[in-house]
Antibody, heavy 118, light 108 residues
């Protein structure tokens, strides 16, 4: 069965950096696009970034463009999100999600909490 | 970006009730709409895609309808495990992929 396990969350000061990872198993990782979606405490879902199955195309939400970088290592079945210049408003649970046909989010990880605070 | 608006934002219902949640898109999205269920402290779970196609393993009491700008998620007979927050999401035009603000279904 599909399994997505995020890691790398924690507490970081404003302006700091953090790298999230998402370990995938149970499917052919190199054949699927992947997303990051976040959820601020008590708030709704916000799409953050997408990467095509081969890494050739990447898209970002305007709120993170120029600060976050999505990447993947298909040899390790792992998705990444490098987050720089973090702000208080980036505080959220970050989920990785398996894409279906560049459309909807078919499977989700359990999430990792990122807290940006001094 | 296409804006998705759900109504109501929350409501109370009883086990056995038939409930309907509405999702409206700021422009036509054909049938490129998905619905998710999220329970407290858990990840969202895909329920429906293509506006009305049930994801494998989702109980048949869930159904979706609509096209263009107006969509509904219906739970025909509410069960205790259905008390959760529900989100719609469009994939007609991206990026960005956009969600509704969520509808919380609470126990009356």
């Amino acid at each position: 069965q599909v399994q997505l396990v995020e890691s790398g969350g924690g507490v970081v000061q404003p302006g700091g950096s953090l790298r999230l990872s998402c370990a995938a198993s149970g499917f052919t990782f190199s054949s699927y696009g992947m997303h990051w979606v976040r959820q601020a405490p008590g708030k709704g879902l916000e799409w953050v970034a997408f990467i095509r199955y081969d890494g050739s195309n990447k898209y970002y939400a305007d709120s993170v463009k120029g600060r976050f970088t999505i990447s993947r290592d298909n040899s390790k079945n792992t998705l990444y999100l490098q987050m720089n210049s973090l702000r208080a408003e980036d505080t959220a649970v970050y989920y990785c999600a398996k894409d279906y046909d560049t459309a909807y989010f078919q499977h989700w990880g359990q999430g990792t909490l990122v807290t940006v605070s001094s | 970006a296409i804006r998705m608006t759900q109504s109501p934002s929350s409501f109370s219902a009883s086990t056995g009730d038939r409930v309907t949640i509405t999702c409206r898109a700021s422009q036509g999205i054909s049938s490129y709409l998905a619905w998710y269920q999220q329970k407290p402290g858990k990840a969202p779970k895909l329920l429906i895609y293509a506006a009305s196609t049930l994801q494998s393993g989702v109980p048949s009491r869930f159904s979706g309808s609509g096209s263009g700008t107006d969509f509904t998620l219906t739970i025909s007979c509410l069960q205790s495990e259905d008390f959760a927050t529900y989100y719609c999401q469009q994939y007609y035009s991206y990026p960005p992929w956009t969600f509704g603000q969520g509808t919380k279904v609470e126990i009356k």
